[in-house]
């Protein structure tokens, strides 16, 4: 692997367990949870966000896909028939410097409590 494809695959945020309790499901805050992390990589000009679904918790990978994350290049080829899988959504970079850790965390702050 060169130094390109090392960043490419390693500049990411990589999430392994979202979890809202049984009776707050399907209210959209599954969703507002991935937005804090989109915004969090963003801000810190990580490449994209990865999540880790079992293969055996459909509904887990049919959430992430209904918030617009799909099949990421590092997860394990169908034919392996891993018992999980990783999907991604790009974090679109402007070029901009990024935010400094100060207005990350107000910005997140802010998106937890509105
Ligand atoms: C997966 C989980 C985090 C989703 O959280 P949530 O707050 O219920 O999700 P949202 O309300 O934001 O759902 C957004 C969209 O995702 C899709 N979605 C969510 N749960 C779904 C399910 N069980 N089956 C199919 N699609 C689902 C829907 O399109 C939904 O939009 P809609 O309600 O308008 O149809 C939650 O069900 C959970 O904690 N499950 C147990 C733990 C788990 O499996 N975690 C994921 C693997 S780590």
Partial sequence: MNDAEYIMLTNSLHGYEVQVEAEGRRRGLGQR???????????????????????????????????????????PPKEEAS????????????GSVGDTPQTVG?????????
Wanted: proline share 2%.
């Fill in 33 to 75: 949870v991935l937005k804090v992390l989109e915004k969090l990589a963003h801000s810190t000009r990580m490449r994209c966000v990865r999540l880790t679904a079992l293969t055996h918790n459909p509904s887990a990978v049919a959430f992430f896909k209904a918030c617009g994350y799909s099949l990421d290049e590092t997860s």
């Fill in 83 to 94: 018992h999980y899988e990783i999907l991604s959504k790009t974090t679109i970079q402007d």
């Fill in 106 to 114: 107000d910005n997140l702050e802010q998106m937890v409590i509105s």
